[in-house]
């Protein structure tokens, strides 16, 4: 079990000057005395990459409204992967205000997005269609890159969470709760949602400690094994002996390891060069059935839930439409006082610009140690399934303090 | 098309005595004036049958406190299949007004549920372990059986909607909105819906007519085909250049006849006697895929949602919390006035009481050369697959009207 | 007690020929075989008058893409009380199904419209303005014009409901919640709702019986008193002692003869010639106060909520969105067909052509000899104020049968 | 305009140990590994006072839940202002894991709770009607107090936030999208919503800032003016000019000194020693009417909503019930480890123990310098009615930072 140390203490005050510096300390964002583009000049490309998550057109709706009412800039362009949308933006007829003023209110993106390695070159192409890199170049203008890392899961390291992430969680509840009801309906009934997470069990775990209704929550950052002692057929006969019915939450890349075929070759690595996984929750519910048909002679009723595209597809709720406004906040005022590179959230609650290289050389994921976890597990009483000294041996050291404030600026 | 004939008149009034009797009537559902059973004599036994269905802890409850209020009934059984559940009710403990008074406002049912033809016997067992049929007998008591059809896919013949599906339709929308914002947001996406319908199609029908976002509704009732001129994926191939994306809801028995191993053996054939049906949604969306990838040399990105377990364990909306009432509170009132073997529903928006052979000696089918249909292609502009000759041919003749009203009374 | 004569019977079918004429008939909507206006003739005007409705989005959708895609009509036009709104309507840019496809999804209606005596005038003026009626009188056309009675409170007569009217009690049942939670989570906690319904209480009525948290439901059909036996208060004490809180409903129009300074005076008749209602939640609310305050020494925790507008303005519900498709057909198929001066409505589910007259000549009203009174009232157990024989005495003579069907054509 | 210092930089890594102490830190909240009570003779009460807030529930249910599984102790008993309310807990029926299961899907308390100063004599007398006190002391018993603070208006120092608070503010949206529909479908239609909010404008400020359909927000901490030059009637019109229609968000608590009859007596202080507000909203629509029709002959429709009972009675969302748990869990862990006399919440993000007085001591508020308010007024357009130094005048100095930890265990 995590015990705090009698000694520990948290600060009420985080944000420090650049003298008392001590440890890690990022850039604190905002908006800056001294604007280095000149709000005319400017032109900002927006472009969303990647799956879907709650909050992208609340976000482009942010950086088209903040650009105009901050700044002044009134040449935003959406780059679109295929071709213009609708109506909504195109060279003679660029982002503004009025166009994008009710965007925040539908899912999706009102740019065309899709994971995959062609991204890059089309977004290339579609800036140079436009003229926008000749320009820059016969200018010698300077370019500002700012990233807002787009991930439902939350696997984005040092900043406090992902936008999205608030939104995932709470509609998680409805396909968590939907099989619930299932599972009490039925003689052993056994409700299996699978929930987003290739890396990391965040939305599996937040969902399963705000619902109160899940036996079982697999993610993976914790290994687990299905037969013998200890295992997951266990404790689901146990769970099915003490209440006639339980729920399983396990995360799109739980166990991955148990798979059979887990071998790494190119046909299951898709566009985006992420490694295809297989459906966890399909041969899991699969694996039970098994099991439980077979070798046990239980009739069980198991249900099948997969709500990640209708998550992914929501509106962001309220609190996630704030946290979008900082984050794009954020991003624009550091572009304009001239800093590259960087990508913008909180750090311990205070908005922060953070050098790219922190967020993408490790992932964010749940330390099974830690008291998150051991929260969740309290909450559905699940086993361990291995030894805290075995856990222990899976973690490595995860180090990365060093004492200085990155500069920034574009050169 | 379908045309009205211009001499096509509505009659406002359609209660009529006995005396004027011409073609098919039912009796009134409604309280009669002399009650048959006397009410401190009464043991009501509920039982529910099947897959999950909004409503069904409405009617429990309704059932329940319309017995205790309309006729001092205060002896209600649940019969579960299993055990007991929760301390909701025992033969000491009877179902009262008091225990299952929020039941309503919770998905799923309060006694345990299962498709299953072991159903009847435990039904039998149970009603036998509380000795009531024992007493019946000795006592040459007289039994009323009503049924209130549940199902979700609304094809019980002669009454105007199951309960149920209001709400059904109204959560549809969710997964078709989903897969709507999936599709716009993707270079020529794709959504596919599988919503509920074994035989009739609608669940699928109502909820394209209501979201209006949907490009192609498949139904058991109108058959297609894939390939070649005028087939699917002609179609599809057609809204993508001319849209960039596509919605396509599915009835889970549409097509069926084009699923490969479409033998009926006793491997697929379910508990409850029904044939299993293959997965038609994940049939399709691998059929589209491959066509696409393999011989259009055309990138899709196609999203299967598949919401079935998600809709049918929400609470019942309000229309059908109301519905509910009523069709319990015809139930009761049957049952009182001593008729037996009949179900209740509105036909033509009156309650009645319908000799169960009504219901069961044909299923409620889209006609598909009748006007909702028509709607329902208007809406979507989807092909018609086949031309009305063809269609009319797969039409059988529907005649059963007969100038009697018969009787329900136990003998 | 309501009773059910024992020879009633229901009749199955319902739409009959001219031939079989016997009581009041309307002439069946539907597309008819001979079509009367030339398609690209036809200059369609849609104009939406009075308060909020959900569902009136719908219904300016369903027009403008029933008459584009199945009669090819494509001059629409939406009358804007006060000047063109956004960039949607306008005599060279006409309404057409691209530019209204997603306006079903939003609350409200995309012209303006407002309770008020104005609109014919300006409705006039805005025809005008458009040079429409100078030609059609030039030209010597003929215009065909027809209402869809757009009214939450379901006072319609003829026809089985009216749009919106579903959705209203679903969303009413998130404000009797409230109520509920407010009243238990206090010490003689009464929570007050008042719901739309100025001359009927089927909102209220509706809603009670869907929520089955109410425990007195007061419409404007049922008269009731305050002090003494019998009366409110006396209630009220009977539930507090009984059950700790309580939720009461009240439609708008209920108790008016009740309240100070009810003679109408040109000062609360409101600009469309309704006579303005005093606000009877906030009256019988104070009354409550008072009475147990003053009177009772009792300490009563009372929640007054008016959630009308918000009811308003919700998007309509899947079952509301198909009901506005079937009213919009019916209206284009009438229309074109030739036939002028009526509305359209389901009478006894088949969609009917009703004259004007038929549906301003009275109101539609709770009947509360009726049954579903009967059936709200013993959900709720509260007091009927009046004996049957004082209330019957107050229901007159509502005869209006006669043996016609009406003549709609366009002379 | 705010600015941030380009030297500012956030610390990463915030939980230090004693020695490095500077400014003011508090003692880390979370298991300690010495328990300072034996489980077995644990009492533990729970009692929930003032208004609703979402998440009480959860907070009873995870309360109980963690003290049963983390600790073993059984005896929690819920003090009930007047009486046991169901059958949930009593001396001999202490609340359990099973019976409290459900209660966080439910809005309200599971006890009575009610605004007032009988408050604190009643918990003493259900304590002592309980034996509690007594054994106490005759066994010289050591008690420990913790609080968790309730309050919906987000306005305790300190900590990040308060729990409900998240929820009211996803809740509220539903209430101004409402508004702005209304104001949208008639000519200069003015929606007002009025929030809660008696002397922090949180809720009022983030619903804003999460809708973007709010042209005017007021809160208490923002003084505002109607009439003349830069007054909200000015910017009124101007707005009703440019776009036809808006939306003003009012705080319970603005322009409190603006309404009549503002002197403070016993009449307007209620139960709880609140001062009790005149109903601003009320106020405010009436003041907007009366200027237009009377001063501007301008016909405005003013639509005024308010929403508190129906946000403050909603089940806390997923978000809230995380938190919830990690504030009970952190309540559980401090005082099982001995201390009293402290809350718990977020500080940074880092759970801590904070001493009574640290949030008795003032109230949280929206700084009206500082940079989400600047957010909120560019989101909004809002003029800003006094200038930055009249602003300047009306803040003091808010300094209350010292260099020690307060030692919070029981002596």
Redesign the interface.
């Given at each position: 079990?995590?015990?705090?140390?009698?000694?520990?203490?948290?600060?009420?005050?985080?944000?420090?000057?650049?003298e008392s510096?001590r440890?890690?300390?990022?850039?604190?964002?905002?908006?800056?005395?001294?604007v280095y583009f000149e709000s005319d000049e400017v032109h900002a490309c927006i472009v969303t990459c990647g799956g879907?998550c709650p909050g992208l057109n609340t976000m482009i709706?942010e950086i088209v409204?903040g650009l105009y009412?901050?700044y002044g800039v009134t040449g935003v362009l959406g780059i679109e992967?295929?071709?213009i949308?609708r109506f909504l933006c195109s060279k003679h007829n660029p982002l503004t205000p009025k166009v994008i003023?009710d965007i925040?209110k539908?899912?999706?993106?009102i740019?065309?997005?899709?994971r995959g390695g062609h991204d890059t070159s089309k977004i290339v192409d579609s800036i140079q269609d436009r003229g926008i890199n000749q320009e820059i170049r016969r200018r010698g203008l300077k370019v500002a890159v700012v990233g807002i890392p787009k991930t439902i899961d939350n696997d984005i390291p040092?900043i406090?969470k992902s936008f999205g992430f608030?939104t995932a969680?709470?509609e998680?509840?409805?396909?968590i709760?939907?099989?619930h009801?299932?599972s009490?309906?039925?003689?052993n009934g056994i409700?299996v949602v699978k929930l987003m997470g290739r890396h990391s069990g965040f939305i599996a775990m937040?969902?399963t400690?705000?619902?109160?209704d899940v036996d079982c929550c697999l993610i993976p950052e914790s290994p687990f094994y299905l037969e013998g002692p200890g295992g997951l057929f266990e404790y689901i006969e146990k769970r099915l002996n003490e209440n006639?019915h339980m729920v399983i939450v396990v995360a799109e890349g739980a166990g991955q390891e148990l798979l059979s075929g887990n071998t790494c070759t190119m046909d299951n690595i898709d566009a985006s060069g992420n490694k295809q996984l297989q459906d966890v929750g399909f041969w899991i519910s699969q694996k039970i059935k098994d099991h439980f048909s077979k070798k046990q002679k239980l009739t069980i009723?198991l249900?099948y839930?997969?709500?990640t595209?209708?998550i992914?597809?929501?509106p962001s709720?309220?609190?996630d439409?704030?946290y979008c406004?900082?984050l794009a906040?954020s991003a624009i005022?550091g572009a304009m006082a001239g800093y590259t590179g960087f990508t913008v959230g909180p750090?311990?609650?205070?908005?922060?610009c953070i050098p790219f290289q922190r967020i993408t050389e490790r992932q964010n994921k749940v330390v099974i140690t830690d008291?998150m976890w051991a929260?969740c597990l309290?909450?559905t009483?699940q086993p361990s399934f291995f030894s805290p000294k075995q856990l222990f041996a899976k973690i490595g050291d995860e180090k990365h303090?060093d004492n200085h404030?990155e500069d920034l600026a574009i050169k």
């Open positions: 079990m995590y015990f705090v140390d009698v000694d520990d203490i948290v600060a009420e005050k985080i944000v420090v000057s650049k510096l440890g890690t300390h990022f850039r604190r964002a905002g908006p800056r005395q001294k879907l709706r409204c009412h901050m992967v295929r071709r949308k003023n925040h539908r899912g999706g993106t740019f065309e997005t899709s040092v406090d608030d969680v709470e998680a509840q409805r396909a709760t939907a099989a009801v299932e009490e309906s039925t003689e409700g937040y969902a400690l705000a619902s109160r006639g009723n249900k839930i997969d709500p595209y209708m992914c597809a929501v709720n309220a609190s439409n704030v406004t900082l906040h005022h750090v311990n609650g205070k908005h922060s008291r929260r309290s909450s009483n303090g404030v």
